[in-house]
C-alpha cells in the first residue's frame, strides 16, 4: 500500500496514516516511543531553512536526524542512553553546547515512567509524572533549550498526558506549556493525532470502556518562539513566507515520485 503524499499540514489537527513518509508501508519503529517522522518534517519545513542547525537534546532512535539530514539541515542529537553512534551522549539538563548557537530545538521527552528506555539512573522516563520531581527534570530541560537557542528561533515539544488505571489523571501537556510559557512565546498548539498500534489491540478498547477511562488517541505538538528581549513576550514570531515552503514541498515531491 502507498501512503499519501507528504504535504505540509495546515490546520491544527496533524493526522497521517504512518509513523514514516516513505513510499512503502514500513512497520513502526521498533524503538518504544519514536517521534512519527512526518510530525518533524512538517516543523523543519516550516520554521526552518537548509544548513540551519538543528538539536534534539533527547533524540532516541535519532528520527530528528534523519529528516534534519534528508532536507539538508545541519542536525545534532543528544540522548542520555544513545542507540547509534551519530548520537551524543549527554543529559538534556546540561546540553554540551554554547549559548545561542541552535535554530530549532525539538524534543519529544518521556511521558512519566512507562515505557523503559535504558537504565540510566539520569532518564528522565523513571519520573513519575505524579511527582514533582518529572517538573524539576523538565523545567531543566526547557531552561537548557532556551540557552542553546538562538533569538528569534523556533522550538517545539512533543508530548502526551498520561493516565494508568486507578490513578489520578496527570496532565502534562498543560502543566508542560505553562513551563514554556514563562520563558517563551506560544506559536500554536497543534493536535497529533496517534496511530500506534496498541491504539488497534480490541481488548484496550475494551477495557478503556468496561472502566470508564480514555486511550490516549492524540499527542501535544507545543510550537513556541524565543523572542530577542525576554520582556518583549507579545513579539510577533517572524513566519516564513509560506509560497517558498510550498516550492520547497513542491521540488521534495517531485524528487521523491
Ligand atoms: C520519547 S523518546 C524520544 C523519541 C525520539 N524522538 C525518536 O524519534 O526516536 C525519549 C528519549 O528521551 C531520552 N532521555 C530520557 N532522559 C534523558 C535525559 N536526562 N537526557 C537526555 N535524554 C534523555 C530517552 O533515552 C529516550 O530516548
Known amino acids: 500500500m502507498s501512503k499519501p503524499i507528504?504535504?505540509?499540514?495546515?490546520?491544527?489537527?496533524?493526522?497521517?496514516?504512518?509513523?514514516?513518509?516513505?513510499?512503502?508501508?514500513?512497520?513502526?519503529?521498533?524503538?518504544?516511543?519514536?517521534?512519527?517522522?512526518?510530525?518533524?518534517?512538517?516543523?523543519?519545513?516550516r520554521f526552518t531553512k537548509p544548513n540551519d542547525l538543528i538539536i534534539d537534546p533527547m533524540c532516541g532512535s535519532g528520527t530528528t536526524m534523519d529528516v534534519a539530514r534528508e532536507l539538508k539541515r545541519r542536525v545534532i542529537g543528544y540522548d542520555i542512553s544513545p542507540v547509534r553512534k551519530d548520537i551524543f551522549r549527554a543529559d538534556a539538563r546540561k546540553t554540551p553546547l554554547e549559548n545561542e548557537k541552535a535554530d530549532f530545538v525539538f524534543i519529544d521527552p518521556p511521558y512519566s515512567d512507562h515505557i523503559h528506555y535504558s537504565d540510566s539512573d539520569d532518564c528522565i522516563g523513571k519520573l513519575s509524572?505524579?511527582?514533582?520531581?518529572?517538573?524539576?527534570?523538565?523545567?531543566?530541560v526547557i531552561n537548557e533549550i532556551y540557552r542553546i537557542m538562538r533569538f528569534e528561533?523556533?522550538?517545539?515539544?512533543y508530548v502526551s498526558d498520561s493516565y494508568e488505571k486507578d490513578k489520578p489523571f496527570m496532565p502534562i501537556g498543560f502543566r508542560l506549556f505553562s513551563m514554556l510559557c514563562d520563558i517563551f512565546t506560544p506559536v500554536d498548539i497543534i493536535t497529533v493525532a496517534?496511530?500506534?498500534s496498541t491504539l488497534l489491540r480490541n481488548n484496550w478498547h475494551r477495557a478503556a470502556a468496561q472502566h470508564n477511562y480514555f486511550l490516549r488517541g492524540f499527542n501535544y505538538l507545543f510550537i513556541m518562539y524565543k523572542t530577542k528581549m525576554q520582556d518583549k513576550k507579545q513579539e510577533i514570531p517572524d513566519r516564513r513566507d509560506i509560497k517558498?515552503?510550498?516550492k520547497q514541498v513542491r521540488e521534495y515531491n517531485i524528487k521523491k515520485s
Open 6 to 45: 507528504l504535504k505540509l499540514q495546515t490546520t491544527t489537527l496533524w493526522d497521517y496514516p504512518s509513523q514514516h513518509y516513505k513510499r512503502s508501508m514500513e512497520p513502526e519503529s521498533k524503538f518504544p516511543g519514536a517521534t512519527p517522522a512526518y510530525v518533524i518534517w512538517n516543523l523543519l519545513m
Open 153 to 157: 528561533r523556533f522550538m517545539a515539544v
Open 194 to 196: 496517534r496511530h500506534n
Open 129 to 140: 509524572a505524579l511527582k514533582d520531581g518529572y517538573y524539576k527534570a523538565m523545567q531543566s
Open 244 to 246: 517558498e515552503k510550498e
